[in-house]
């Protein structure tokens, strides 16, 4: 089927935004080198085995990490608590027990895992699909947990945040 050529990408861009997202921090690890960016597309794949989908954009540090590190970590953050993500659209800065004044901890992929995350995921990478300007990771869920249950997990629509639709030059 041919693509729409009338289609406009400010439509693509409202239309794409409208896609309820959870917001979180992806950590990565290559070495003794880790990042964490902030993420909106993260998705579910399978049951069995429990799969995790992220989107990562191909130029991006934590791109290379999880390629070369083979893992990564999806970390849940309070909706109330979105002040974090901003600090995170750049790479991260390493203190060590910190990324970004965040603590962080190795989950058992060796990926970082932050403390004051309210859930997490830790995640083997079984295939990547670079997909145009993205590219698919899935992970296997490997470890998990819930660390505060009674808050709700941040997703786009608790910022202003937008992410998606067409490229901006």
Sequence with gaps: MPVNESLENEIINRVTWKIPNALALVGSRAGDERNAMTTSWITQLSMEPVLIGIGVDNSAVTHRLISDGG?????????Q??????KFSKPARDDGDTLNGRPVR????GAPIFTEAIAWM???????LDLGTHT??????????????????ASMDDTRMKYGGTKRH
């Design 122 to 128: 830790d995640c083997e990478v079984r295939q990547a």
């Design 81 to 86: 608590d979105t002040r974090v993500f901003v």
């Design 71 to 79: 893992s990564f970590t999806v970390n849940l953050w309070d909706s």
């Design 106 to 109: 190795a989950g058992l992929s």
């Design 136 to 153: 698919l990771f899935i992970g296997e869920l490997v470890d998990a947990a819930i660390v505060d249950d009674t808050k709700r997990s």
